[in-house]
């Protein structure tokens, strides 16, 4: 008897009808109204199906607004493949269209949240997932066109929320049967952009995300990180400001600590902070991992040059100029390092060899960098062949002329 009494339970559960929190949210024909209501009473519904069901109905109302907006830009497509007169073009609601698509997007994701929980039964049967993805996949290009027309508007909000749409969209699994062939070759370059509005109004874990998906393309690897790590250093207007930069960039370094672009930025960091202590070991604990790092190399020979150590940063910027020997602005401090032992040691015979090596260093500069974009060598190669040759020397006139 109780076992049966416990089946007619379970039975009543199973075939219940709606209940009054969802009813409610059904009845609604207008999204404002809808979403509020399903906010209000989402925690009073029966289960998860219940919820999938309310957002289902949520995107229902905001699919409306986009196949009527679209309908229009159909028409308007027609109209002018048949000589329609300019005049004659219907207008759309733009940013009704994108801000609808926005909404059918978010709630449909939250959908399928729900709808991907198993039921009663046990089995996972979702019912809205492929219905609300084909429909949604193919309209969220009107969002990357209007979101371009947004992003020469300020503020850059309607940029970063329709095109932050369209970077959720393209990498939610809701959306991962959908081909995403033809747009490889901008998405990553608009999930940098979303990245960037993200970063400019101070969202920085919304902006770590975009970016860290723009820089899955490796067309837009560079500049994202260059994006990424100038948003978490600039603007800086107290100390809690950089403890908070310090402590992301931390972060970042940890998760990437091969990264020679992370491991400098934190260095510099640290030397914003004048912690020379954080500096050191940080760059000897990244040495004794990659000793062929070229940023910790490279950074070890300037430590030792603002330390006036001219031995110490010689063998350091060599390690350098070995692990990037297309690095102008290397061979150019190290030319200027040997110049300085060149003329403060009092063997001559160990400055002309000293000399010898900076005219060395300062040459593969030049040949690297012959108009000194990246590196300044020219004075000072001059007056490591002026310190060797002596003035009147041809090869320091011609050392003259380069200055």
Known sequence: MMMMAMMLVASATAFAGDSDALKAVLKTKNFAEAEQLLKQNVNQMADAAEKAKAYNHLVDLAMKKVTKETGI???NQVGQQMGRAANEIVPYDTLGLANALCDAIYNAIECNKYDQQPNVKGK???KYAEKNAQRIWPNRQHLVNIGQEEAHKEPKD????FWGAFVDSGTDPLFA???HEAEKEYFGQ???FSGRYAYEKKDFERGDRYIAIARQDPTQEKDALATQLWYTRTGLTNHADSVAATNRLKALYEAE??????LDALYSMYDGARDKAAQVALLDNHLAKYPNSFAALANKGLMA???NDAVKAVEWLNKAAAAKPDNAVIYTYLGICLSSQAATTE???KSKDFYKQAIDAFDKAKELDPEKKMANWGYNRYQAYYGLYGEEDPRTKAAEADR
């Open 73 to 75: 830009i159909l028409e």
């Open 124 to 126: 996972i049967a979702p």
């Open 158 to 161: 309607n940029a970063l929320k």
């Open 177 to 179: 049967a959908q081909n």
């Open 190 to 192: 608009v999930a940098l």
């Open 257 to 262: 600590p091969q990264n020679d672009a992370l």
């Open 305 to 307: 040059m603002a330390d």
């Open 347 to 349: 063997d001559a015979a």
